[in-house]
């Protein structure tokens, strides 16, 4: 594994980018194709690289044999518990970074955070649901916060999350109640209002909160009926 982060790092690889292939790490490495195979899979697990089908790997995030990587593991046994679990973590995370983007964002970071905002706004207006337009206005509120932590740490988080309720919380209105409270959340960042960006916040991830018990719920209810 740091052999391969050192030569990622070496060959100036940048997030987005397609590593090179089996044969040519095997070669650059010394190695066999399944100890290649091994640390890729490994670097996976960790979020570092993502492999597609018919395409290669690529590079999620910048790698180089100093840096730490600290792998997200949710073990519920449940769906619900899964949820509600991770919610816990995000509440106390996310609050935090909304507080700090409003402390430190600048100009530039206000300007993209109202830009996803806008995009996310028009294709929930659109189509009842926002999906990854949500996920980088968010992306780029932990960014204001200048903490990169914050969002190496939720998006994974998020990622692990938005697995687990897209099966079966596939309903385009979930969390739809939340939709005006990312204007209010902006305003607040934009005021510079720390403690109102947490409340802005916490109130967003209230609505998620509600709606997975209620959709668990009708979940619960459904499949009793069924067995029945």
């Known amino acids: 594994m ?3 982060a050192d030569y990622i790092a070496q060959s100036g690889l940048k997030p987005g980018e397609r590593l090179p ?11 066999g194709r399944s100890t290649v195979r091994e640390v890729i899979r490994q670097f996976q697990a960790l979020g570092v690289v993502e492999s597609r089908k018919g395409s290669g790997t690529y590079l999620l995030r910048g790698i180089s ?3 730490i990587h600290m792998p997200l593991s949710i073990d519920a046994g449940t769906l619900r518990e899964g949820l509600l679990a991770t919610l816990d973590i995000r509440r106390g995370l996310e609050a935090e970074a909304g507080a700090l983007a409003a402390l430190r964002r600048t100009r530039a970071d206000l300007d993209i955070i109202e830009e996803r ?3 996310m706004e028009k294709v929930h207006l659109a189509e009842g649901t926002s999906g990854k337009y949500d996920l980088a206005f968010h992306l780029s509120v932990y960014d204001a ?3 990169p932590m914050f969002g190496q ?3 994974q988080m998020r990622e692990a999350f938005e697995r687990f309720w897209t099966k079966p919380f596939d309903r385009p209105d979930f969390a739809g109640r ?3 409270f990312h204007r209010t959340l902006f305003e607040a960042i934009a005021a510079r209002d720390a403690d109102r960006a947490r409340r802005e916040t916490l109130t967003i991830l209230e609505i ?3 709606d997975i018990r209620e959709m668990s719920q009708d979940i619960a209810q459904t499949m009793h009926k069924v067995s029945k």
Do not use: C, I, Q, Y
């Open 178 to 180: 939340s939709f005006p």
């Open 2 to 4: 740091k052999a391969l």
């Open 145 to 147: 916060s200048h903490n």
């Open 65 to 67: 044999s100093d840096t």
């Open 21 to 31: 292939t089996e044969r040519e790490l095997m070669l650059s490495l010394a190695v």
């Open 153 to 155: 740490l939720l998006e």
């Open 208 to 210: 998620v909160e509600e």
């Open 117 to 119: 905002l806008e995009a």
